[in-house]
């Protein structure tokens, strides 16, 4: 087993998708040294979104969906983590303030 892992092109994914109709997917997988789970994902990408979906850095609507609220869920995370911090500060300042009444 290889370290480096093969670049494919767009074309040649086509190639090897056409492959796997005529000959299956385990035959292709030997074939050209893929493991099975990429040929899936390279099928499920070209049915989704057609040969475009083949190129480099295509993402389907899920991805695109799951790094939107990634997203969102970072900026809520920080907006989150302000709240606190606003309201530890008015907790430890009324602190101070009924400590200062009390000496008084």
């Given at each position: 087993?290889?370290?480096?892992?093969?670049?494919?092109?767009q074309n040649e994914k086509e190639e090897i998708l056409l492959y796997v109709?005529?000959?299956?997917?385990?035959?292709?997988?030997r074939e050209f040294n893929i493991s099975t789970?990429?040929?899936?994902?390279?099928?499920n990408k070209y049915d989704e979104l057609?040969?475009?979906?083949?190129?480099?850095?295509?993402?389907?609507?899920?991805?695109r969906e799951l790094a939107q609220?990634?997203?969102?869920?970072s900026e809520l995370k920080k907006m989150v983590?302000?709240?606190?911090?606003?309201l530890r500060v008015k907790d430890s300042l009324l602190k101070k303030n009924a400590s200062l009444?009390?000496?008084e």
């Open positions: 087993m290889s370290l480096h892992q093969k670049k494919w092109k109709k005529e000959h299956g997917v385990s035959k292709t997988s789970a990429t040929i899936y994902n390279w099928k057609g040969s475009e979906g083949l190129g480099s850095g295509a993402k389907t609507a899920l991805e609220l990634k997203l969102e869920n983590a302000e709240k606190e911090l606003a009444k009390r000496k």
